[in-house]
């Protein structure tokens, strides 16, 4: 046996290794690959599994700016499902609002030329808390909301001039004291419905799809104080209460107890007339732009709820902060102390799907 392992020359050792089994090499070698060739099946039937129930659709196509600035690269993924439900990378798209990269034409972003703008647009109707959200909203570094810009006749006298006004917005060439152009994550404005918004609002809801601006509505639940607000901030338009200035809002207690002073008589006549022609007002807007992509806020729930902020920055994908206002009320407490006839006006509610208007709500 020794004379198998080794033996001895002159000057070396040589030592034989013992043989191998060839059938046992052989078997080992098959057993691995019918291991891996298993592993690997398992592994295809599972991709064509899920790519014969996915439906490819179409492409959707997100602009990202170049290292220079100076050009957009388009970056495509695919997106999945039907038309009514489409999903990129696991996102539901109707959810996330598009961003954008805006390149001003009167300054430059600078440094934040690559932080991606949401667009938003305030829908609301005279004194039902939108001046007091706004500021509100702008209390957010990262918001410029750039008040009624509507509010001006030539701004909205045709869809051209409202087109026109639109662009330079959300382009970020809108200046204001709200503005915080350069770092914005989101910028929009103010817009009152009867300031061209139902006029023409087949072309603005286009326009809003198209430029993927999300709507924000915003009314009062009780309208019989929105009225109450309206006569009385019309009244002061004319008296200049406030030291000979007319003031829409106020920042301090004294101001708001001396607008308050006044107290509006409101006719009870065409009261129950009034607040249905309001209702049918608002059902109209919401009917028209239901197609955007869109949140409904009620002034009183805010009011009441501070932490329904915190819907509106999920709404806008903006990072969560403490939001906070200026803006103090003007009538507060209970509506009979702000109503010279409100006996009439408790009168002519009673019984009526209004009745609940006379309560204090907030």
């Given amino acids: 046996m020794a004379e198998d392992l080794c033996f001895f020359n002159k000057d070396t050792l040589i030592i034989k290794p013992p043989k191998k089994s060839p059938k046992l090499l052989r078997m080992t070698v098959l057993v691995f690959a019918m291991v891996c060739g298993v592993y690997i099946c398992l592994i295809c039937l599972k991709q064509i599994s899920i790519h014969t129930k996915a439906k490819f659709e179409n492409f959707w196509v997100v602009e990202r700016p170049s290292d220079d600035h100076s050009i957009q690269i388009p970056q495509i993924s695919t997106f999945i499902g039907d038309k009514n439900s489409c999903y990129v990378n696991g996102f539901n798209m109707k959810e996330i609002p598009n961003v954008h990269y805006p390149k001003p034409r009167t300054f430059s972003r600078a440094e934040c030329a690559n932080n991606p703008v949401r667009f938003f647009a305030i829908v609301s109707i005279q004194r039902s808390g939108s001046g007091w959200f706004e500021t509100l909203l702008n209390s957010h570094i990262n918001v410029s909301s750039n008040g009624e810009i509507f509010n001006v006749y030539d701004r909205r006298k045709n869809i051209s001039s409202i087109v026109k006004t639109l662009d330079k917005i959300y382009n970020l060439d809108w200046f204001s004291s709200a503005s915080k152009n350069e770092c914005s994550a989101a910028v929009g404005f103010k817009w009152m419905l009867n300031q061209g918004l139902m006029k023409h609002h087949k072309e603005i809801v286009d326009y809003f799809k198209n430029r993927d601006v999300s709507t924000i509505f915003l009314f009062r639940r009780n309208l019989l104080r929105r009225m109450v607000s309206v006569l009385a901030n019309s009244y002061d338009r004319e008296a200049r209460v406030l030291n000979g200035t007319h003031k829409s809002h106020v920042h301090s207690t004294d101001e708001a107890d001396m607008l308050s002073n006044y107290k509006p008589t409101i006719n009870a006549t065409t ?28 002034y009183e729930d ?38 010279k006839n409100w006996d009439d006006v408790n009168k002519t509610l009673k019984g009526t799907s209004y009745e609940h208007f006379l309560q204090a709500d907030y």
Avoid: C, W
């Avoid at 009261?271 to 806020?297: C, G, P, W």
């Avoid at 902020?309 to 709404?315: C, K, P, R, S, V």
């Fill in 271 to 298: 009261l129950i007339t009034d607040l249905q022609q309001m209702e049918k007002t608002v059902a109209k807007a919401l009917e028209y732009f239901n197609s955007t992509r869109h949140i409904i806020l009620y």
């Fill in 302 to 339: 805010l009011i009441k709820n501070r932490t329904k902020t915190e819907d509106i920055l999920e709404f806008l994908k903006l990072p969560h902060m403490d939001l906070a206002s200026r803006q103090v009320k003007i009538h507060k407490g209970e509506l009979s102390i702000h109503i």
